[in-house]
């Protein structure tokens, strides 16, 4: 079958351009002035950029990654998620050529070839007129597969700037200037350490999106970009790619997900996995006050912990929950932040404060990544979701560290890494009774047997707590079963 939906990519010469007020601008404007319904994607692992572009668009953004998906399970994630937009907009990351050799490999401008969707460039025109040409001009002709349709110059100085950089762009390139955007003082959009601020934890975000979509309406031609997305090119893809997979068993399952603003880095996809084999999630929160909701298997993600801090050590009824409920079997599966609030301590600027303590390490909060990038790692260890000899791409990024040496003989590592850091150097996801917690995020598009796993970990569990429960009630009513028989 051929898919062909407009689409377009956001790129830029290299990371701090301002591609990504542009993509939240242009997705917003598209939207508040053009009733466009816009389905974003951001190319590489990134959850919060992901979390702004989903506000613009009032809709869930996907995640596309060429290291942690194989180029079948890109195209059919993107076609599978496009097909409901009038135009899909994907928000490339650092430069158009970047990669992790010097091919490029998984750039964005290999992203591009294999969607076959048209590239505008972000070019940050900071103390540069003319030269803006011949950096275009490189990119033309680095690799002419790559379709370079059309560049906004960004952080431009005033008219005159605006107008030698237009016609020396269009006149070397034979490519249009779509957009204008010129210097700001003013930062919509507040930033930390990993970026932006996660719109979980902004402010007034609804405003923060709608002056985005205001400035970027007089800056931006969104005509012309809109019919740059109706250039791009058909897939052939089969039907099936439109159709979510379901789990032919159909036993339901409940999984918990903590998700507030101290938890909230998962990929939609993540989640949708786990419902299309056959997962009733319930969203819990950390920071209320009430004990874990009783449910089948437990999924921790990332998020930033270490400013809710306060929040999480004074809530001892979740917490003190979550901790019998692991010590009762249930599978729990953690990430990052999750790792973080399993521990008993997390240790910042010098105080200790209290977090579940199924694993009895303090954690340390440091000024600099302890790990940063794409992570590889085969499973050799027994956990509840993995089997031994596979192997798992994902990727960290974490300020944080475990103290101390884990015993492997009480808490084993699941996974030796080939790639990145891990909890230790070269080794992550610690294990203890049903709980894996590690420091690498997973993407279920290329790791689908992570949602198999889950929901095999999670239906052995509720049979088991049935079974318990059955014979339970049989003992207090004084029945036993003997030879298919029941007898008092």
């Not at 572009?53 to 009032?58: D, F, N, P, Q």
């Not at 801090?309 to 999750?338: I, M, Q, T």
């Amino acid at each position: 079958m051929e898919f062909n939906r407009p689409r377009l990519i956001i790129a830029a010469l290299r990371g701090g351009a301002g591609k990504t007020v542009v993509s939240l601008g242009l997705t917003a404007a598209w939207r508040q002035h053009l009733g466009l319904r816009i389905i974003p994607f951001k190319k590489g692992p990134d959850y919060i950029d992901a979390g702004w572009l989903g506000v613009a668009a009032g809709h869930c953004c996907y995640n596309l990654d060429p290291f942690l998906m194989s180029p079948q399970e890109i195209v059919h994630s993107f076609v599978r998620h496009s097909g409901g937009g009038d135009v899909s907009l994907i928000e490339g990351n650092r430069g158009l050529y970047d990669g992790v050799d010097a091919n490029g490999s998984y750039s964005t401008a290999e992203l591009a070839k294999l969607l076959r969707s048209p590239v505008v460039l972000v070019l940050d025109a900071t103390k540069v007129t003319r030269t803006a040409a011949a950096l275009v001009l490189g990119c033309q002709h680095l690799d002419p597969g790559v379709a370079l349709a059309g560049v906004i110059v960004n952080r431009v100085a005033g008219s005159r700037h605006e107008k030698v950089l237009r016609e020396s762009i269009e006149r070397c390139c034979g490519i249009p200037v779509l957009g204008v955007v010129p210097k700001e003082v003013r930062n919509f959009f507040p930033e930390r350490h990993l970026g932006l601020v996660p719109p979980q934890e902004a402010g007034d975000i609804s405003r923060a999106v709608s002056d985005a979509a205001s400035r970027m309406k007089g800056y931006l031609d969104l005509d012309g970009l809109r019919a740059i997305a109706g250039t791009a090119g058909p897939l052939e893809w089969p039907l099936s790619a439109f159709e979510p997979r379901k789990d032919p068993c159909g036993e339901t399952v409940r999984i918990g997900i903590v998700r507030d603003s101290a938890f909230q880095f998962y990929y939609p996809e993540n989640l949708e996995a786990l419902e299309d084999r056959g997962a009733v999630l319930v969203e819990v929160s950390s920071l209320k006050a009430c004990p874990l909701a009783r449910v089948d298997a437990l999924y921790i993600g990332g998020g930033f912990p270490e400013t809710h801090l306060e929040s999480l050590s004074a809530n001892a009824v979740f917490r003190d929950s979550v901790r019998d409920a692991v010590e009762s079997g249930l599978p729990v599966y953690a990430e990052c932040g999750g790792l973080m609030f399993l521990c008993r301590f997390i240790v910042h600027q010098g105080r200790k404060y209290p977090m579940a303590g199924v694993f009895p390490f303090e954690i340390v909060l440091g000024p600099k990544p302890q790990g940063h990038g794409y992570t590889v790692m085969e499973c050799v260890a027994e956990n509840p979701f993995f089997e031994k000899g596979e192997v798992i791409r994902g990727h960290e990024f974490h300020y944080s560290r475990i103290v101390g040496q884990p015993d492997p003989g009480l808490h084993p590592f699941a996974f030796k890494m080939s790639k990145g850091h891990g909890v230790v150097a070269g080794w992550d996801g610690i294990c203890y009774k049903n709980v894996l917690a590690g420091y690498s995020h997973i993407h279920a598009v290329g790791n689908g047997r992570w949602a198999d796993g889950v929901i095999a970990a999670a239906r052995e569990y509720k049979r088991n707590r049935i079974g318990m429960s059955a014979d339970s009630g049989a003992a207090r009513t004084g029945l036993t079963e003997s030879h298919g028989h029941l007898s008092v």
